[in-house]
């Protein structure tokens, strides 16, 4: 099916989307308040959600595959949490001092994560990583942070080295990188004595979705402790991949690991952890400690949400995922095959990209075949699925054995539809 008959397709299903979003151009830059979600010709707008589905302002279904960025892990309106909320509100929810709720997630969060002996609260997983970092520099006195070309951590510009267009940034930040332990390495030998942290993420997840290579996060985790650096862990999204998160699966002890996304159960929350002697550089008790402010850390929505959240996400669901996430992956690749197309699926645990490439694609690299990528995001929508922008998918544990075949269906479908 030719781009304009895909396009066509979708503009006609989905015209209150199109009114929307020019309104919301005139008090929002491009009728947007954050760049993921962008695609052209316009977005769909949403309207609700409910378990694996969300429906748009014309009334179309979509299973999603995208969970507001990987930040849903149990689906859309999921009762338990919703249920609490509504209970909660009815005594307010932001209060100076400290919470019953936010103790009981503090505690949650300090039983399941082998390295947190205490833990700090922030409202997103940009917060965390600023923190994380100002804790690794106040603990060991240097300057300079380590990460890799194309991580993403967030909208701290410290952090957004390497990233849309951006080098090195003197003083602040070194770039090495993924999957490239020897490159990490050299730049560790080379400015060790300065490296505050090295700052990784398991699975890059911007751009190309791209996992470690087995042993790599290791290596690197032991350079950074031979350096005197710490080894920070951002696992805001690939907590989701054992119980413990990344550093379980992994064989992993890092010094800080920050976390965000789903761990809000859906509301805007951060968090970071260590052991007590990082942690405690934050006790407000000391006259020369590291101050941490927010007005909103820990509060008593976000702490309800987030515990239950963190609570309900118990290793069979993460097998279940896991295995769904296979499924999808196995069907695409034979369909792809079938239809002609050249598509490359990375993929880890419950998360995957879909790239219409012969050949893996490069960590950080850009995306391959970006317009047939775009016409197949916008055919799958016309199919009832929502992915992420760039082929990016996850599963949620609202994910069923119906919804899955549904997404199994819609996306073979859309493959069918930009075949050669």
């Known amino acids: 099916m030719a781009l304009n008959s895909i396009e066509e397709t979708y503009r006609s299903r989905t015209p209150k989307s199109a009114a929307?979003?020019?309104?919301?151009?005139?008090?929002?830059?491009?009728?947007?308040t954050r760049n993921f979600g962008y695609f052209r010709p316009y977005p769909v707008v949403q309207q609700r959600g409910n378990g694996p589905y969300l429906w748009d302002v014309d009334g179309n279904r979509y299973v999603d595959l995208n969970y507001n960025g990987l930040s849903l892990i149990h689906g859309h309106a999921y009762k338990p949490i919703a249920q609490a909320l509504a209970k909660a509100t009815e005594d307010g929810w932001a209060w100076l001092g400290t919470n019953l709720p936010q103790i009981?997630?503090?505690?949650?969060?300090?039983?399941?994560?082998?390295?947190?002996?205490?833990?700090?609260?922030?409202?997103?997983?940009?917060?965390?990583?600023?923190?994380?970092?100002?804790?690794?520099?106040?603990?060991?006195?240097?300057?300079?942070?380590?990460?890799?070309?194309?991580?993403?951590?967030g909208t701290y510009s410290d952090l957004e080295a390497g990233l849309h267009g951006q080098g090195e940034i003197a003083g602040h930040t070194l770039l090495a990188e993924f999957n490239n332990a020897a490159d990490f390495e050299r730049v560790l030998a080379q400015h060790g004595s300065k490296i505050a942290?090295?700052?990784?993420?398991?699975?890059?997840?911007?751009?190309?979705?791209?996992?470690?290579?087995?042993?790599?996060?290791?290596?690197?985790?032991?350079?950074?402790?031979?350096?005197?650096a710490l080894f920070v862990l951002d696992d805001c999204l690939m907590l989701r991949l054992a119980v413990g998160g990344s550093a379980e699966k992994f064989g992993l002890e890092p010094d800080i690991t920050f976390l965000g996304k789903f761990v809000g159960g859906g509301l805007p929350v951060g968090a970071v952890?260590?052991?007590?002697?990082?942690?405690?550089?934050?006790?407000?008790?000391?006259?020369?400690?590291?101050?941490?402010?927010?007005?909103?850390?820990?509060?008593?929505?976000?702490?309800?949400?987030?515990?239950?959240?963190?609570?309900?996400?118990?290793?069979?669901?993460i097998a279940r995922m896991d295995a769904q996430a296979d499924r999808i992956k196995q069907a695409l690749e034979a369909k792809a095959k079938s239809v002609g197309l050249s598509l490359y699926v990375l993929c880890e645990g419950s998360v995957m990209g879909l790239y219409f490439s012969a050949t893996k694609p490069k960590p950080g690299s850009e995306l391959p075949n970006p317009e047939l990528s775009g016409r197949?995001?916008?055919?799958?929508?016309?199919?009832?699925?929502?992915?992420?922008?760039?082929?990016?998918?996850?599963?949620?544990?609202?994910?069923?054995?119906?919804?899955?075949?549904?997404?199994?269906a819609g996306m073979s479908a859309a493959l069918e539809d930009v075949r050669p």
């Open 20 to 32: 929307l979003l020019q309104r919301a151009n005139q008090s929002l830059p491009g009728g947007l």
């Open 197 to 228: 942290a090295v700052v990784l993420e398991p699975v890059m997840y911007t751009g190309v979705v791209m996992p470690a290579l087995p042993g790599f996060l290791n290596q690197v985790q032991a350079a950074a402790r031979r350096a005197g």
């Open 273 to 317: 952890g260590a052991r007590r002697e990082i942690m405690d550089l934050a006790d407000p008790a000391k006259a020369d400690g590291i101050y941490h402010g927010g007005s909103f850390n820990g509060n008593v929505l976000a702490s309800i949400a987030g515990r239950l959240a963190v609570e309900h996400l118990t290793a069979e669901r």
């Open 376 to 408: 197949y995001h916008l055919a799958c929508l016309n199919r009832g699925v929502q992915m992420g922008p760039g082929g990016m998918v996850s599963m949620s544990t609202a994910m069923t054995d119906e919804s899955t075949a549904e997404a199994i």
């Open 104 to 153: 009981e997630f503090a505690e949650a969060l300090c039983k399941r994560i082998a390295i947190f002996d205490k833990v700090l609260f922030t409202n997103s997983g940009t917060e965390a990583s600023m923190l994380a970092v100002k804790m690794a520099r106040g603990f060991t006195k240097r300057q300079l942070i380590l990460k890799a070309h194309g991580g993403y951590h």
